[in-house]
C-alpha cells in the first residue's frame, strides 16, 4: 500500500496491520500480477533462467517436431518433382487442404496483433505478461501461412513473378485480382508484425545483454543495438510503438478481410457473400485467441512461469473468448440465412449437402465445436481453470478448421454445374504437409523460447511500478495511473 | 577543460527526481542530465523536460512514400504497360483504394522503425557509461559536467541516496573538435547520444549501399544481361505445334475424318429386308424422330434445318443414295458431323426399319 509521503521502491512490501485489511492485500497480490511487484532481478532471472534450461524431454520433442518439418520439406521437393497430380486436387476441387491451412494460419495470428496492439491502445493492463507470445505466435502463424500459396503454386521457383519489379517479359501483376491484394496485404502485416515485436523485445533484450554471458551475452548485445534506457531512446521507442499500435490494427482488420475476398470475389455458389470480410476476421480472432491461450497454457507449464501468467490472464482471455464465441456465431448465422432464405437451388444442394449429405460430420463438428463448446466459457471456474479453457481452445481450433475445410474444398466441391460436381479426398502428401506445418509453428515456438524471452518484463514492471492498492473505507482495492 | 562523466544510481523515483532537482543549484542544465531506467518514465516524475522527437513526422512522411508506392502499383504499372482485362477499367477505384491502403500503412510503420533506430542513434557500438543494474530496475542519473564541478556532482548525488557512483574523465584534448570516430571508444560517451555520429552514419549508408547492391544484381539477372541458364526459359520449351510432324497414329477406333466407316471393333449388323411391315415402321419412325430436320419429303428442309450449315442431309438426292447400307447405319448410330447419334432414340431394328423407309426417297 503506497502512502504519498514516503517513499520506497514497490517491491518493499508493507502489510497493514488490521488483518482484514492484510488478508485483503495478500488476496490481491496473489491474484495480480501487476499488485505483486517483485525486485526485477528476480523477474529478470525467473524469465531468463528457463531459457537455459533444455533437459532431455525438450530435446526429444525437438527432435520430432523437426523431424515433422523436415517430413514437410520432403514431401513438397517430391511434389515439385511430380506436380501437383499426387495431390488430391482435381476438378473442381482446385483448391483444397493447403488453401484451408493458408486461411487458418494467418487467422490464428490475428489474435497476437489484437492483444500487443488494440489491448494496448484500450489500456487493458491484463496484456502486459501475454503480448509477446502473442506477437511471436502472430510471426510465426504468417510465416508458415505464407510459404502455403508457394507450396500450391507448384512450379514453386516461379514465386518471384507475383513481385512487382520490372522485367524484360515487361508483364507486372496484376493488382486487379484479389490474390494480389492478399500478397501486399500479407507481407506488410508479416513486416510490421516482426518489426512490432523487435521494437518491443528491444529492452528486454538488453536486460538479457545485462544479465547473461558468453555467446548469449554476444548474442543479446547485437541484438539489443545497444540499447541503454536514456530518456530520449524511451520517448522515441513508445512514440514508435505507438505509430505501429495505431497503424496494425486497422492492417490486422484488412488482411484477413482481404484473404476472405479471395473467396468472395469468385462467383461460386457458397462463396460469393457480402459479409465474408467481417465474417473471416471474428473467425481469425476468435481462433487465434483459442490459440494463444493454448500456448501460453504450454508455456506456462513448461517453463515454469506461474508468477507472470496467473488465473486472471486466462479468465481475461477466456472472456474474450466467449464474446468472440457469440460474434463468430452471429456471423455465420447471417453467412447462412440470406442464402436459406433466397432458396436458390445450387445453395439449397449446399445445404442438403452440409445438414444431411457427405459434409454432415464436418458440418455438425463445426457447429458443436464452435457454438456449443465455447458456452462453457461462461463460467468463471472454467476459465479460471487452466486444463479447462485448454480443452474449450482444442474444439475451438477443431471447429475452426472445419469451418475452413467446409468453406474451401466441400463447397468448391458443388458449384453452379452438376456435371462439374466433385468430391475431394485429402492424399497423402497435403496431410504430410499439414502436420509438418503445424509441426513448424511448434518447433518455431520451441526454438524462439530459449533464445528469446517470452515474458516481455519491461513492460510488467512498468504496469507493476504504475500500478498499487488504495484503502477506501473497509477496502483495500487496487488503483492505476497511466 | 576536461570534461567529467558521472552516472549516480538510486533506487527508486522520488529520490532520483530531488537528485536532479539540486543539481539545477549547480549550474548544470537540462541537456547535461539524461535519466537511464528500465523502463519508461514519464518526464514529469523527474521533472525533465518533454522530449519531441521526429519519429512521429517521420512516419508521416512514410505513410506519404507508401502512398506513392501504392499509386505505382495500383494505377502506373497499368498507365505503364496497359493491359485490357475484361470487366475493370484499366485503373479501377476499389482495388486501388485496397493497394494504397497497405502501401501506406506499410511505408508509415517502416518509417516509424527506422527512423526510431536512427534518431536513437542504433546500432550503438561505442562503450557507453552505463550499469547493468539499470535494467534490474534501478534508476541511473548520467551527468555531463566541467571536471572541477564533478566532486560537488557526487557528493550531492550520495547526499540524496544514490548507492553507486561512476566517473570517468577526458583526457586533455582542449584542442581537438569533439567528433567521436568508428574506433574511438575511449572517450566521447555522450556524443551517441545525441548530434551528429559520423559512426553512425557510416553504418546506415553502408546498409543502404548494400541494398541498392542487391537491387542492382537481382535487376542484372531479371533483365537477362546476365544470362542465367534457368532451365525453365520460355524459348526453350519443348515445342507442341501440332502441323510438325511426325504425325502419332490414330488409335484403333477411331474415325477418321473423312466420314463413318465402318469401325473395326462394332458388331456387325444385319440389315432387315425391305418388306411393307418395315417400311411401315420406318415411316412412323422417321416422323417421330428424322423429320424435324430432315423434311417430311426427306429433301432436308426440315423445321430445323434454317439452323444448320451445313444442311441436313437430302435424300432424294444421288450422293446421299448412292452411300452404302452399312455407312447409313453408321451414321445414325454413331451421328456424322453436326447430326447427333440417334443411338438412344432408336434401337438396331429401328433404325434399319428407318433406313428402309429413307431408301424409298430415290427419285
Known amino acids: 500500500m503506497s502512502e504519498p509521503h514516503v517513499s520506497r521502491p514497490i517491491w518493499q512490501r508493507i502489510n497493514p496491520q488490521d488483518e482484514h485489511l492484510a488478508r485483503q492485500v495478500e488476496h490481491a497480490r496473489q491474484e495480480h500480477l501487476l499488485l505483486d511487484p517483485r525486485y526485477p532481478l528476480e523477474m529478470d532471472r525467473g524469465v531468463l533462467d528457463p531459457m537455459s534450461r533444455t533437459g532431455p524431454r525438450y530435446w526429444i520433442f525437438l527432435v520430432i517436431f523437426a523431424g515433422l518439418v523436415a517430413m514437410w520439406g520432403a514431401t513438397w521437393t517430391a511434389q515439385m518433382l511430380n506436380g501437383l497430380g499426387i495431390t488430391g486436387l482435381k476438378r473442381p476441387v482446385m483448391w483444397a487442404l493447403y488453401i484451408v491451412n493458408f486461411v487458418y494460419f494467418i487467422g490464428i495470428g490475428h489474435a497476437g496483433t489484437f492483444i500487443s496492439a488494440a489491448l494496448r491502445a484500450l489500456h487493458v493492463e491484463w496484456r502486459r505478461p501475454i503480448s509477446r507470445a502473442a506477437e511471436f505466435l502472430t510471426i510465426f502463424g504468417l510465416a508458415t501461412a505464407g510459404m502455403f500459396p508457394i507450396v500450391h503454386l507448384g512450379r514453386a521457383w516461379k514465386f518471384y513473378w507475383l513481385l512487382p519489379y520490372p522485367n524484360e517479359r515487361q508483364i507486372w501483376p496484376s493488382y486487379h485480382s484479389p490474390l494480389l491484394w492478399d500478397l501486399t496485404a500479407i507481407l506488410t502485416y508479416l513486416s510490421c508484425s516482426a518489426l512490432f515485436a523487435y521494437m518491443s523485445l528491444l529492452p528486454d533484450l538488453a536486460m538479457a545483454r545485462d544479465h547473461t554471458i558468453g555467446w548469449r551475452h554476444r548474442f543479446y548485445d547485437l541484438l539489443a543495438l545497444g540499447w541503454h534506457g536514456t530518456e530520449r531512446q524511451w520517448a522515441n521507442h513508445e512514440t514508435a510503438l505507438n505509430v505501429f499500435t495505431y497503424g496494425i490494427i486497422p492492417v490486422m482488420f484488412s488482411v484477413h478481410t482481404i484473404v476472405s475476398w479471395d473467396f468472395a470475389m469468385a462467383i461460386q455458389p457458397g462463396w460469393h457473400s457480402t459479409v465474408f470480410g467481417p465474417y473471416f476476421v471474428i473467425g481469425a480472432l476468435f481462433s487465434g485467441v483459442a490459440a494463444v491461450i493454448m500456448v501460453l497454457a504450454i508455456v506456462r507449464a513448461t517453463m515454469g512461469l506461474g508468477y507472470f501468467l496467473r488465473r486472471e490472464h486466462f479468465d481475461g482471455m477466456g472472456k474474450f473468448l466467449l464474446l468472440l464465441s457469440l460474434s463468430w456465431d452471429y456471423f455465420y448465422f447471417n453467412d447462412v440465412i440470406v442464402p436459406w432464405y433466397g432458396q436458390a437451388p445450387v445453395e439449397k444442394t449446399i445445404f442438403a449437402l452440409l445438414t444431411g449429405g457427405r459434409a454432415a460430420p464436418v458440418f455438425y463438428l463445426m457447429l458443436f465445436s464452435n457454438v456449443i463448446v465455447p458456452v462453457a466459457l461462461a463460467f468463471k471456474r472454467v476459465r479460471t481453470s487452466i486444463p479447462a479453457i485448454f480443452i474449450v481452445s482444442v474444439f475451438i481450433q477443431i471447429g475452426m478448421y472445419m469451418e475452413r475445410f467446409m468453406i474451401v474444398p466441400i463447397t468448391l466441391g458443388q458449384n453452379d454445374l452438376p456435371f462439374d460436381w466433385g468430391v475431394y479426398v485429402p492424399y497423402l502428401p497435403e496431410t504430410l504437409i499439414t502436420i509438418g506445418a503445424f509441426a513448424f509453428v511448434v518447433s518455431l515456438f520451441f526454438i524462439s523460447s530459449r533464445f528469446f524471452p517470452l515474458i516481455p518484463v519491461w513492460e510488467v514492471y512498468e504496469g507493476q511500478v504504475m500500478q498499487g492498492l488504495r484503502r477506501i473505507g473497509r477496502a483495500i482495492l487496487p488503483e492505476r495511473t497511466e | ?363
Open chain 2, 1 to 363: 577543460m576536461p570534461k567529467a562523466w558521472m552516472l549516480g544510481l538510486f533506487h527508486e523515483a522520488t529520490p532520483t527526481a530531488t537528485a536532479i532537482d539540486h543539481l539545477r543549484g549547480l549550474s548544470i542544465s537540462d541537456e547535461q542530465i539524461t535519466v537511464l531506467s528500465g523502463m519508461p518514465f514519464r518526464p514529469e516524475i523527474f521533472g525533465r523536460p518533454h522530449y519531441r522527437g521526429r519519429v512521429g513526422r517521420l512516419a508521416l512522411l512514410g505513410a506519404f512514400l507508401g502512398l506513392l508506392f501504392g499509386l505505382f502499383l495500383s494505377a502506373g504499372i497499368w498507365l505503364l504497360y496497359p493491359l485490357a482485362q475484361g470487366g475493370q477499367p484499366l485503373v479501377p477505384v476499389p482495388p486501388m483504394l485496397i493497394v494504397l491502403f497497405e502501401a501506406t500503412m506499410l511505408g508509415m510503420m517502416w518509417a516509424a522503425f527506422f527512423s526510431l533506430l536512427i534518431e536513437n542513434r542504433f546500432p550503438i557500438v561505442k562503450s557507453q557509461l552505463y550499469d547493468p543494474r539499470i535494467t534490474e530496475g534501478h534508476i541511473g542519473v548520467l551527468v555531463e559536467a566541467d571536471e572541477r564541478l564533478s566532486l560537488q556532482v557526487e557528493k550531492l548525488l550520495n547526499a540524496n541516496g544514490a548507492h553507486h557512483f561512476q566517473r570517468i574523465i577526458e583526457p586533455e584534448r582542449l584542442l581537438e573538435p569533439r567528433r567521436g570516430t568508428w574506433r574511438d571508444a575511449g572517450t566521447d560517451f555522450l556524443s551517441a547520444l545525441r548530434g551528429p555520429d559520423p559512426g553512425h552514419r557510416g553504418f546506415w549508408l553502408s546498409v543502404l549501399g548494400i541494398v541498392t547492391l542487391l537491387g542492382i544484381v537481382s535487376m542484372l539477372f531479371a533483365y537477362n544481361l546476365i544470362p542465367f541458364p534457368f532451365p525453365t526459359q520460355m524459348e526453350n520449351q519443348v515445342s507442341i505445334a501440332y502441323e510438325q510432324g511426325p504425325r502419332l497414329a490414330a488409335p484403333a477406333a477411331a474415325i477418321p475424318v473423312q466420314g463413318p466407316v465402318l469401325a473395326a471393333d462394332q458388331p456387325a449388323s444385319e440389315p432387315i429386308p425391305v418388306s411393307p411391315d418395315s417400311l411401315q415402321r420406318g415411316l412412323v419412325l422417321y416422323g417421330v424422330t428424322c423429320i424435324i430436320c430432315h423434311g417430311p419429303t426427306g429433301t432436308g428442309s426440315g423445321t430445323l434445318s434454317s439452323f444448320f450449315n451445313p444442311k441436313p442431309a437430302d435424300f432424294t438426292s444421288a450422293p446421299i443414295q448412292g452411300l452404302e447400307d452399312d455407312t447409313l447405319f453408321l451414321v445414325v448410330t454413331q451421328g456424322f458431323g453436326l447430326m447427333p447419334s440417334i443411338a438412344e432414340n432408336l434401337g438396331v431394328q429401328e433404325r434399319w426399319d428407318v433406313i428402309n423407309y429413307v431408301r424409298s426417297f430415290k427419285k
